[in-house]
């Protein structure tokens, strides 16, 4: 390599970045590979979030469909102090 003092400003810059154009190159593989596990990750959760989301709403509305029954179960069954 040649004497770094006998470089313009611009080579400089130009060298600094063929290093960091070579370096990008080399790691490149191994950053889409974290990206892609990254992605997969946030992925799983919020997919995971909404399931149980979705399940929590359905099972809220299943209990208040019992408790609708349970209800007129009362109404139209016989009166007892318990109940009255």
């Known amino acids: 390599m040649e004497d770094a003092s006998k470089h313009t400003p611009a080579q400089k810059q130009l060298l600094k970045r063929q290093q960091e154009l070579e370096h990008w190159k ?15 990750t946030i992925g799983a959760f919020v997919l995971g979030l909404f399931s149980y989301t979705i399940l929590s709403v359905k099972q809220e ?24």
Do not use: C, W, Y
């Open 26 to 40: 080399r790691h490149s593989k191994q950053l889409r590979s974290r990206n892609l596990i990254t992605g997969l």
């Open 61 to 84: 509305r299943i209990m208040d469909e019992i408790d609708d029954e349970a209800k007129i179960f009362v109404m139209k069954g016989p009166r007892t102090g318990a109940n009255s």
